[in-house]
T-cell receptor, first 109, second 113 residues
Framework: GEDVEQSLFLSVREGDSSVINCTYT??????LYWYKQEPGAGLQLLTY?????DMKQDQRLTVLLNKKDKHLSLRIADTQTGDSAIYFC?????????FGGGTRLMVKP | DGGITQSPKYLFRKEGQNVTLSCEQN?????MYWYRQDPGQGLRLIYY???????QKGDIAEGYSVSREKKESFPLTVTSAQKNPTAFYLC????????????FGPGTRLTVT
């Protein structure tokens, strides 16, 4: 399979929490990243977690890492319409950073 | 302000013409990358360069060429040999060759008719 995999689509109501999931295959000790892409724009680095951590919180964002299952998730609390975008997780594949296919988050008012 | 610039934002070309996309960074990063993104798709790596005067093919290098004569610049040429060149092209840079975080430019949307 792919080195980094994500579900394609997530729809939530404004004010709810969003959870975007990602699985990866490379178990190197390194950083794992979440990026956000708004329409017609480049990717913006949102947050990251080092592989020796289980959780990292940054304002409305919480990253959870399950190393045993090689599962990474991004939780967005109190999701707003401005959070509508494509979210990419990125992790190691050898000595390169590889990106998942992206999860499109749609926030309904 | 440090960052990555890509120009132009939109580019239109006729089929059969080569076109060069610009990417410049002032982050003093050693590594630079070119990705292609098709509608509703993820990123596919075209070429990358870990140091000046050296570059490697990515997953979809056919029909593309690059140069890395300066640390700050990594232009991508889309040649007439590329069968489906219409896409959104993203340039990125990172501190080193390990999987460090990559910083992205705003992208160039190329339309070939």
């Amino acid at each position: 399979g792919e080195d980094v995999e994500q579900s394609l689509f997530l729809s939530v109501r404004e004010g709810d929490s969003s959870v975007i999931n990602c699985t990866y295959t490379d178990s190197s000790s390194t950083y794992l990243y979440w990026y956000k892409q708004e329409p017609g724009a480049g990717l913006q680095l949102l947050t990251y977690i080092f592989s020796n951590m289980d959780m990292k919180q940054d304002q409305r964002l919480t990253v959870l890492l399950n190393k045993k299952d090689k599962h990474l998730s991004l939780r967005i609390a109190d999701t707003q319409t401005g959070d509508s975008a494509i979210y990419f997780c990125a992790g190691p594949a050898g000595n390169m950073l590889t990106f998942g296919g992206g999860t499109r988050l749609m926030v309904k008012p | 302000d440090g960052g990555i610039t890509q120009s132009p934002k939109y580019l239109f070309r006729k089929e059969g013409q080569n076109v060069t996309l610009s990417c410049e960074q002032n982050l003093n990063h050693d590594a630079m990358y070119w990705y292609r993104q098709d509608p509703g798709q993820g990123l596919r790596l075209i070429y990358y360069s870990q140091i000046v005067n050296d570059f490697q093919k990515g997953d979809i290098a056919e029909g593309y060429s690059v140069s890395r004569e300066k640390k700050e610049s990594f232009p991508l040429t889309v040649t007439s040999a590329q069968k489906n060149p219409t896409a959104f092209y993203l340039c990125a840079s990172s501190m080193g060759q390990n999987p460090y975080e990559q910083y992205f430019g705003p992208g160039t949307r190329l339309t070939v008719t």
